[in-house]
């Protein structure tokens, strides 16, 4: 066993090496000159969005380097960060480090990750080929947790992997499921194969995208396994490391890091790795399936098909994200797919665009309904409204928020509503309701007409109650 002082020395990758034979192997992917650094921010409102503080909010301890501890009680204080960690409060400029790692290792990228945030990071794990991240990041030393998304459409020998893998690294897998009353209602609304009607997106964002929603909000970055050559038309250009364009972490949208540490690594080199390394894998890939998602929705390819060929193939190929990397898309393309951003397929929107913060806490609004409001110098209740338009992704950003916020308010006497406020709407909302981007939240408190609007960017469930209870 190490001493923690040892433990407690930086990790290079020179260590990583010199540690464990098997790593050697991992030369095959691995490009010449590593270089790695993490500039500081140098401020300004261009860099703004992109600045996002890493946690690091642990102390530069120890770690374990003789075990991987189970993922899901690693602990944050017993996270190792290197030498070169940054200062908890120090910003960081990740469109930099993304060109600062453009040569770096994957391994070398899971070992930044890993020490960046400590017990704040996770590893998405699809069932798939994507057991390399595990790999790296059992590779690195340090602990780490893992996630996956249990859809309850998976194959069953994606169930047994999983198994497989929680017990060869002696991990225990964090899995999310879907919302019960959710699943039940596209169920008993729709069927059970809807998707190949309507199209696969409704499904995913029941399935897939809200609870990775819930997931990453505990999150300040998290890790996958996407890759520049699953996609040519939406991942040619992943980056390696960047502020999440769609989700949010713990501080809120524009807080969460999303790290692809093999987005330059091609297919073949990921199964020279895991053959190398010997670790469990589906069995489906032996039966001719390369990218695995959902049973119904996932079939093998031929030789020479492209693997994303196997995924939703009924539908456009150049558009096949579920919704977990929906900022892969660039927005002509979500708009030609009439989604949301939330992966919902265009089916009831008044233009095509599938309505968001749909729950019966929330009241959806009309002009009149707002203008009466305006009018209204005393009512019976005060009133929290959102003025949002479906497609905005700040918008789909809160929805989740503002939907448990509206679950919890009922009874309590502040009622909770929507008013889209996009096309036709947008210049009565601006000269009438002080809209100047989406989403604006206002509140009409009891007494008088006048709302007032939320001022903050935070718009998680504590802080828009806060803003309630102070003028309620
Ligand atoms: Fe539903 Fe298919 Fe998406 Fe799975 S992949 S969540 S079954 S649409």
Redesign the pocket.
């Known amino acids: 066993m190490a001493s923690a002082a040892a433990i407690s020395s930086s990790i290079s990758s020179r260590s990583l090496l010199s540690r464990d034979s098997k790593v050697a192997l991992i030369a095959s992917i691995r490009h010449p000159e590593p270089s790695i650094a993490t500039s500081a921010a140098s401020g300004g409102p261009r860099l703004r969005r992109m600045l996002a503080r890493p946690c690091c909010a642990v102390e530069p301890t120890k770690r374990n380097d003789s075990v991987v501890p189970p993922a899901a009680v690693a602990e944050a204080a017993n996270a190792a960060v290197g030498e070169e960690a940054t200062a908890p409060s120090a910003a960081v400029d990740y469109e930099e480090l993304n060109k600062a790692l453009e040569n770096a290792s994957p391994l070398e990228i899971m070992d930044r990750a890993l020490d960046m945030f400590g017990n704040e990071i996770a590893i998405a794990f699809s069932g798939a080929e994507d057991v390399a991240l595990i790999e790296y990041a059992k590779l690195t030393g340090r602990p780490f947790r893992v996630f996956s998304l249990d ?1 309850g ?1 998976l194959n069953p020998e994606t169930y047994r992997l999983f198994d497989a893998v929680e017990k060869h690294y002696d991990i225990h897998i964090e899995y999310t499921f879907p919302d019960a009353g959710e699943v039940q209602a596209l169920v008993r609304s729709k069927g059970l194969f809807s ?1 190949y009607e309507d199209g ?1 997106q409704e ?2 964002r029941v ?2 995208v809200r609870p990775l929603r819930r997931m990453l909000k505990g999150l300040r970055a998290w890790v996958t396994g996407q890759r520049k050559d699953q996609s040519p038309g939406t991942r040619a250009n992943i980056p390696l490391v960047q502020v999440d364009p769609v989700f949010e972490g713990i501080d809120g949208l524009g807080s969460l890091i999303k790290w692809n540490p093999v987005a330059g690594v091609e297919g073949k080199d990921i199964w020279n790795f895991l053959r190398t390394m010997n670790v469990p894998v589906n069995s489906l890939h032996s039966q001719g399936y390369v990218s695995i ?2 049973e ?2 996932t079939r093998p390819v031929l030789p020479g098909q492209h693997e994303r060929e196997g995924r939703w193939w009924w539908e456009d190929a150049t558009a096949k994200e ?1 919704g977990l990397h929906k900022g892969n898309l660039k927005q002509d393309e979500a708009g030609k797919l009439g989604t949301n951003g939330n992966g919902v397929a265009a089916a009831n929107g008044v233009d095509g665009t599938v309505d968001i913060f749909e729950t019966q806490a929330i009241v959806n609004l009309s002009r009149p309904g707002v203008e009466n409001l305006l009018k209204l110098e005393k009512r019976q209740e005060p009133w929290l409204v959102v003025l949002y338009a479906p497609w905005c992704r700040f918008c789909q950003g809160m929805e989740t928020s503002y939907m448990e916020l509206a679950e919890k308010l009922i009874g309590s006497g502040v009622k909770v509503g929507k008013f889209r406020a996009d096309g036709d709407q947008k210049p009565f909302a601006q000269k009438e309701l002080q809209l100047g981007s989406f989403p604006t939240i206002l509140f009409f408190p009891k007494n008088t007409s006048r709302p007032i609007k939320y001022p903050s960017e935070k718009r998680d469930v504590d802080s828009l109650l806060a803003f309630i209870n102070a003028l309620r």
């Open positions: 859809t459409r998707f696969h499904c995913c399935r897939k998602g959902c119904p929705c579920c």
